[in-house]
C-alpha cells in the first residue's frame, strides 16, 4: 500500500474557524500502511488585549478576541451532569427470562463491563452500538493532537453555543475588575468595534438564545457565558463575560471602543494573517476476522457465522471508538501503551457475553492486520 495524502486548507480565525476544502493525493513514498494527513492553514488573528480604565468609577476592562471553538470543551465538559453532578447506569441481572434474549445479554453486557471497571458513558457507547446494530465507520482516525483537523469537521459544531445561521461568531471576553467598594454598572452597548468604514455592534443575548431549545444543554451555557445588556458589578469584585459580534476579520485593523457617562476610550488592534502547513502521519490497521468466519449484512452490521456477533472497540484514555472491523488509522505520536482493543463477542442462543482486553503494539500496526484470539 502506498503512503496516501489528504490535503485540507484550513481558515483559522484566532484557533479553527471558516472554510475548509480537500484533496486526497497518491505521493510515489512506499511506506506501507501509512497515510499523511496535510493541513494547510489560513490563520487570521487579532494581535494584542485591550484594557480600558474608567478612573471615575474605578473599573478595569480587559477586551480579549478569543477562538470561538473553544466553547466546545465548555459543552463536552457539561452536557453529561445533571444538577447534583451525578451520572446514573440501571440494569437489570434477568438472565433467564427467554422472552426477552436482547435484554437479558444487554443487562449481562452492562454487569460485566461495569465490573471491568468501564465508565458509565462508555457503557452506554457500547450498549447503544450493540442495541442499535450501528454500523462502523469506513476509517477511523485515532489522535488526540487537537490541531488535526480533517474535511468531515469542517462544518460548525452543533454543541458549540456561539453559532449562528450554521457558522461561528466573533467572540470577545470581557474582564471587569470593579476596584470601588460600590456597585457599579456597565451595559453590553458600552462596547463597539469598528473597522474601516463599519461599525460593529455585539449582537443580543435574547436574539442569540431565541433560537435555542429552552432547557437544553446550549441554552444554559448561553445564559451562563453571555454578559448581560446591563450588569451590576459588585465593589471589589472581578467579573468574567462574553460578546458576540458579526465577524470583522476581513478588516486589515480594528478599533475598540468603550464608552459610558464618564468617560470615552478607544485602542487600535492590528489583524495578522498567515499561512502555515503541518504534516501528520498516520498508521493504517484491522482487525483480522476471517477466523470468526464473519460476512457484512447489508446495513454494515458485522456478525459471526461461526458462534457469536463481534464488536470491536478503541480504547484510548475515557474515550472510545467502534471500529468494527473496518479500517483504523493510529497517528504516529500517540503512545501505544495507552491504547486498548476492546472486543465483545455476544453468543445469543446460549446467552453468552465475553470481553476481551488487548493491548496494541507497534509489531499489529507494522503488519496491518490484527488477530484477536
Do not use: W
Not at 494573517?273 to 493504517?284: E, G, M, Q, S
Request: charge should be negative; glycine fraction near 6%.
Amino acid at each position: 500500500m502506498k503512503r496516501i495524502k489528504h490535503i485540507l486548507i484550513l481558515s483559522l480565525i484566532f484557533s479553527i474557524s471558516g472554510c475548509y476544502s480537500s484533496e486526497t493525493v497518491k505521493s510515489d513514498e512506499n511506506k506501507a500502511n501509512q497515510v499523511v494527513v496535510t493541513n494547510i492553514i489560513d490563520e487570521i488573528k487579532v494581535k494584542g488585549v485591550t484594557t480600558f480604565q474608567d478612573t471615575v468609577d474605578n473599573i478595569t476592562i480587559t477586551y480579549t478576541p478569543v477562538d470561538t471553538r473553544l466553547f466546545q470543551t465548555e459543552m463536552i465538559n457539561t452536557r453529561n451532569f445533571d444538577g447534583h453532578h451525578r451520572n446514573i447506569l440501571s440494569f437489570t441481572n434477568e438472565l433467564k427470562a427467554e422472552e426477552n434474549t436482547t435484554s437479558n445479554e444487554l443487562n449481562l453486557l452492562t454487569k460485566k463491563l461495569s465490573e471491568e471497571g468501564f465508565t458509565i458513558e462508555a457503557i452506554e457507547f457500547i450498549r447503544d452500538i450493540i442495541a442499535n446494530e450501528a454500523e462502523a465507520k469506513g476509517e477511523t482516525y485515532i489522535y488526540t493532537n487537537p490541531n488535526i483537523y480533517f474535511t468531515d469537521l469542517a462544518g460548525v459544531n452543533p454543541l458549540n453555543p456561539f453559532t449562528f445561521d450554521g457558522r461561528y461568531l466573533t467572540v470577545v471576553e470581557v474582564k471587569l475588575i470593579n476596584q470601588s467598594d460600590i456597585y457599579r454598572r456597565v451595559c453590553a452597548s458600552d462596547f463597539v468595534v469598528t473597522g474601516g468604514d463599519e461599525v460593529y455592534r455585539h449582537i443580543p443575548s435574547d436574539v442569540l438564545i431565541s433560537g435555542v431549545q429552552v432547557g437544553s444543554i446550549r441554552y444554559e451555557a448561553l445564559h451562563k457565558l453571555l454578559m448581560d445588556e446591563c450588569e451590576n458589578i459588585p465593589g471589589n469584585t472581578q467579573y468574567k463575560t462574553y460578546l458576540a459580534f458579526p465577524t470583522f476579520y476581513s478588516q486589515g485593523q480594528l478599533s475598540f471602543h468603550f464608552k459610558n457617562k464618564n468617560v470615552s476610550l478607544s485602542n487600535d488592534i492590528q489583524i495578522e494573517k498567515n499561512r502555515f502547513r503541518n504534516d501528520y502521519i498516520f498508521t493504517k490497521a484491522k482487525i483480522d476476522g476471517s477466523n470468526k468466519g464473519y460476512r457484512e449484512l447489508s446495513e454494515g452490521r458485522t456478525v459471526g457465522t461461526k458462534s457469536g456477533d463481534f464488536y470491536h472497540f478503541l480504547k484510548l484514555g475515557k474515550g472510545l471508538k467502534y471500529i468494527g472491523f473496518k479500517n483504523f488509522l493510529v497517528h504516529s505520536e500517540l503512545d501505544l501503551s495507552e491504547i486498548e482493543i476492546v472486543s465483545i463477542e455476544i453468543e445469543g442462543e446460549k446467552e453468552e457475553v465475553s470481553i476481551k482486553r488487548n493491548g496494541l503494539t507497534k509489531e499489529d500496526l507494522n503488519n496491518g492486520v490484527i488477530s484477536i484470539d
